[in-house]
DNA sequence: CTGAAAGCGCTTACAG
DNA sequence: CTGAAAGCGCTTACAG
């Protein structure tokens, strides 16, 4: 014998009220309550979810859809780490725990979502990495799976999303660069169909027109999401024949293969080209001249992607009474020496 | 009606027949196992994981535990990622899922992987960032949940572990640096109390003795793991009196800090010091000079990990004949610049 | 406040 | 080759 019913005999009561004692009911004897804590201490004794899940038809457990992409994987990507401290202090709160399913990188997305959820093993996901047509979304809508994206989407109708300000970025670049006397301001943009890439560009061409410059489609760049794209969109740029002076790059660690292009090339970034980045991370802060780019805290976007995503599940929205909620997550300019000279006219 | 019930009735077959010809049992007309496949497929049917794990007394999910420390989310870290896909490769032949369970940085790890274990979410676990005692190896020994650490330690008896080759790697180093006529070289370690700190150490020492140099205390730099860690170390190297002509480092991305440290004091890699880096990271390819360092095949790694865990699990043992295996991982030293000069005697 | 019992969705001996 | 039934470990109406 073994689990709760020996917790029970142990204890000389039955299994249901071991249960309810160790769940929180109100009708438990206070005395048995500290008698069944004490005791399921001692014995380690911890529910098994497998019993739980069938019974209650939840799990508890909520997931976080990983892409390992050969691009992400060779260049690193601290990105879902620096989220997992933020959504675990949310989802904590409710005794949910948070796992991370990483997609093979062989294995169709979609796919790959629908048998982790129809195994039934998470309440509820979230997902990254949308795309312009994303079938997940369509998927989780229509078979009712609770979930947030990070990233808009035109696909899966009304659904909660959170997403950066990749418009207010675009301006913000732009405005700055505008003000330093560039005309020519190209941009580094991933060549792959995530959504961002789509939204940005749009925001780019919207910036340029409110200054009066018409859009040069040459000076879209299409590269990797990577330090190699970043290298690529270097070599791109010096090859155009009339160079850009100014670039905005879309991926945070596309600055430290573009400087490295562009020093192979003798052109100085913050004297002979501005750069302004994406994302502020660590690993390019070490970039010298430094880099100008967007400050925002992944901790803070892991809080709002948990509560936005217990919003929509019905046991948890009374918490988070907002509702199923579309955010647009702001980013904070950093100033840096990689834009900082003013273009001669 | 859902589930196994509905698909069964749809079929107008029982629940037994259905279970039988989705889990591949022989005893099954062809003709029937066609139809409830197709039938599958079409009702997007699978199995409730929760309610084959209560029946079966196993997940078929393996767990991989990371620690997300402020240190590792800070740095970026891609390592977990790049394990993935090896990982997957072998769990998948087996219908096995792969699962990241991310330890909060504020919760004890022991306490993490016991509630992880005791709730009965996977039926095996990797763990990674082995401490030199290591409580977790003791529960998971004791409790008889299967394992496999990338890591040694001294904690935990007899158990399966893949730890990487730091003797070689240090054998290597020193021998290379000594044959360049260094005789004063230092090495960053990491200052928390993981046990490869420890094992590189010992290796250091020894080759030191083999070549008849005396261990000197004061060259073993204690940082973190890290690129700021890496700015330390060279930060602390140069205030040194009688400063190291070498330095060897322990963690493949404190190159990055260190080369911006020494650039800053206007001490030149592969010149005026030689550095030899750690694993080859696609973030330090960058770096001028090009930095000597070691290469290994994350995917491979994760492969053998996998092999090894399914090696101490009785169900798929028979598979994997080798039984607990303890296997010291090989790097391949790739030369670079970074310490390709001879000493001035 | 507590116990006895039903039942969540499966798989698997067992009977035929 | 197939069906009927038991039972995995829990939680929760229900009865008292």
Known sequence: MKGIRQLAKHLDISIGTVSRALNGKADVNAETRQRVLAAAVELGYVANQSGR??????????????????????????????????????????????????????????????????????????????????????????????????????????????????????????????????????????????????????????????????????????????????????????????????????????????YRRLTEAGVIPGRDLAVIGFREEPRAKFLQPTLTCFRMSLRDLGVELAETLLATMPAYAPFYPKGPSNTIWPLELVPGESDSFKLKS
């Not at 069938?54 to 620096?82: A, C, H, P, W, Y």
């Not at 998470?122 to 078979?143: C, K, N, P, W, Y």
């Not at 961002?196 to 200054?211: N, S, T, V």
């Open 53 to 258: 899940s069938l019974r209650q038809g939840t799990t508890n457990v909520i997931g976080l859809m990983m892409e390992s992409s050969k691009e992400t994987t060779e260049n690193g990507d601290n990105f879902f780490l620096g989220l997992t401290g933020g959504l675990q202090s949310v989802l904590s709160r409710h005794k949910l725990d948070l796992i991370m399913l990483p997609c093979p990188s062989d294995e169709d997305p979609t796919e790959y979502l629908q048998r982790m959820v129809a195994r039934g093993i998470v309440d509820g996901m979230i997902l990254s990495a949308t795309q312009r047509i994303d079938h997940r979304l369509e998927f989780l809508s229509r078979t009712k799976i609770p979930f947030v994206t990070l990233g808009r989407s035109q696909s899966g109708g009304q659904y909660a999303w959170i997403d950066l300000d990749f418009e207010g970025v675009a301006n913000s670049a732009v405005d700055r660069l505008i003000a330093q006397g560039h005309r020519r301001i190209a941009i580094a943009a991933p060549s792959n169909d995530i959504n961002l890439g789509y939204i940005f560009l749009d925001g780019y061409k919207r910036a340029l027109k409110r200054h009066g410059i018409a859009f040069d489609p040459s000076l879209v760049l299409r590269v990797k999401s990577s330090e190699q794209g970043g290298y690529q969109a270097a070599h791109e740029m010096l090859l155009l024949e009339d160079r850009p002076t100014a670039i905005i790059l879309i991926y945070e660690l596309m600055a430290i293969g573009l």
